[in-house]
């Protein structure tokens, strides 16, 4: 696709539940980022995969986040037992290799109630 | 670890203004510097980039900003702000540790609003 796509662009789910949010990255790129936006503040890094590895998962907030990119397209956010906390706009971004600029995609908005 | 910090929370300013916009970080090793920006209702979208070369680096939309390494900064510039350059500025540093480059670090960000 010409740009990164994220789905669902809202999810909103109850406390407890498991979600799994999808990014899709531009064509060819093989570096794949998850940040986490709340309201008010910047984007804080979550985890960096290239190409199928998690090459950093340093900003993961704790065991309840995972994320997975079997075929080094396509990745999977997975939050297990959501929290209230964990409300906020997740957001994906890929490059063309780990030190070039990142393309954003529109996020996916998730509450927790 | 690394951090960003933006000076200026909300900034407010009349059309054909001049416009900068503080950052600075903290890292103890090579870093790539971006500020992103993001309109209402819009994702994140680059506006520049310094990874090397001369620090003053031109990015979309009229904007500049230049990297002082000996100040730890890297501020956004703009001779003559527009209304439609209201939106949210993100400053964001990448830096480099020993397994390869890092995911970015953003400041909280500036809210410019333009006045017409």
């Known amino acids: 696709g010409a740009g990164v796509s994220q789905t669902p662009s809202n999810k909103v789910t109850e406390k407890g539940k498991y979600v799994e949010l999808r990014c899709d990255p531009i064509?060819?790129?093989?570096?794949l980022y998850w940040y986490r936006q709340s309201l008010g503040q910047g984007p804080e890094f979550l985890i960096y995969?290239?190409?199928?590895?998690?090459?950093?998962d340093s900003g993961l907030p704790n065991d309840r986040f995972f994320a997975v990119r079997p075929e080094g397209s396509v990745s999977t956010l997975k939050i297990q037992r959501t929290e209230r906390g964990d409300s906020a706009v997740y957001l994906c971004?890929?490059?063309?290799?780990?030190?070039?600029?990142?393309?954003f995609g529109p996020g996916t908005r998730l509450t927790v109630t | 670890a690394q951090s960003v910090s933006q000076h200026n929370h909300h900034v407010i300013l009349s059309e054909a203004a001049s416009l900068e916009l503080g950052c600075n970080y903290s890292?103890?090793?090579?870093?790539?510097l971006f500020w992103y920006v993001q309109y209402p209702g819009q994702h994140l979208q680059l506006l520049l980039k310094?990874?090397?070369?001369?620090?003053l680096v031109k990015g979309i939309k009229g904007f500049e900003a230049e990297f002082i390494k000996s100040k730890f900064s890297f501020n956004l510039r703009k001779p003559s702000v527009q209304w439609s350059d209201t939106a949210e500025y993100f400053c964001a540093v990448m830096g480099y540790s020993g397994g390869g480059a890092d995911g970015l670090t953003f400041g909280k960000g500036t809210h410019l609003i333009i006045q017409p």
């Open positions: 310094y990874f090397s070369g001369d620090p």
């Open positions: 890292y103890g090793g090579t870093v790539n």
């Open positions: 064509s060819g790129h093989t570096a």
């Open positions: 995969f290239q190409g199928t590895g998690a090459a950093d």
């Open positions: 971004a890929s490059s063309q290799s780990g030190v070039n600029e990142q393309y």
